[in-house]
T-cell receptor, first 114, second 110 residues
Framework: ETGVTQTPRHLVMGMTNKKSLKCEQHLGHNAMYWYKQSAKKPLELMFVYNFKEQTENNSVPSRFSPECPNSSHLFLHLHTLQPEDSALYLC?????????????FGSGTRLTVV | RKEVEQDPGPFNVPEGATVAFNCTYSNSASQSFFWYRQDCRKEPKLLMSVYSSGNEDGRFTAQLNRASQYISLLIRDSKLSDSATYLCTTGGTSYGKLTFGQGTILTVHP
């Protein structure tokens, strides 16, 4: 596989469930990101990882818990979410933290919280 | 003031029209500039980088004016398939990470 792969593509979960989103990049990039995009709203940066170390947490509620075991994999663990958390969750990667060559995005996970 | 500001549109143009999008950015230290395209319910995809000398890719032309902190995208001979949201993006500063505008919606109609 090439590029940035996200699984699952779609997820429906109840407010008491625990689930995880997975992202894997095959580009040899060093930085990875989680973004949230609600309907008809701009991209919201959630977390930034550089060489598997978290460098930014954009005031994200603790019900979202990221994990980056290595530079190629990124997870977003979800628990006790709210309906307003329903959105498209996008993973991205870049060669360097400055994004000198831009970001490559995964296809996203469309999350619905019921 | 937002770091990257775009006119959200929507822009509704007929096929074959020429349309231009503008974008301003506030961080004068920005070194990298891009236009992304995002189709409905899909991920953003890199359309083109933007260089100070201006660059062209087929029907698309991007311009950067560092003095005015202004970026533009010109689409000539619009196609139905150009309908999408176009995101202006800046980055390359010592603070790291790219900053995305809110996007400009383009609809090309027959």
């Amino acid at each position: 596989e090439t590029g940035v792969t996200q699984t699952p593509r779609h997820l429906v979960m109840g407010m008491t469930n625990k689930k995880s989103l997975k992202c894997e990049q095959h580009l040899g990039h060093n930085a990875m990101y989680w973004y949230k995009q609600s309907a008809k709203k701009p991209l919201e940066l959630m977390f930034v990882y550089n060489f598997k170390e978290q460098t930014e947490n954009n005031s994200v509620p603790s019900r979202f818990s990221p994990e980056c075991p290595n530079s190629s994999h990124l997870f977003l663990h979800l628990h006790t979410l709210q309906p307003e958390d329903s959105a498209l969750y996008l993973c991205a990667s870049s060669q360097d933290l400055r994004g000198t060559y831009g970001y490559t995005f995964g296809s996203g996970t469309r999350l619905t919280v019921v | 003031r937002k770091e990257v500001e775009q006119d959200p549109g929507p822009f509704n143009v007929p096929e074959g029209a020429t349309v231009a999008f503008n974008c301003t950015y506030s961080n004068s230290a920005s070194q990298s500039f891009f236009w992304y395209r995002q189709d409905c319910r899909k991920e953003p995809k890199l359309l083109m980088s933007v260089y100070s000398s201006g660059n062209e890719d087929g029907r698309f032309t991007a311009q950067l004016n560092r003095a005015s902190q202004y970026i533009s995208l010109l689409i000539r001979d619009s196609k139905l398939s150009d309908s999408a949201t176009y995101l202006c993006t800046t980055g390359g500063t010592s603070y790291g990470k790219l900053t995305f505008g809110q996007g400009t919606i383009l609809t090309v109609h027959p």
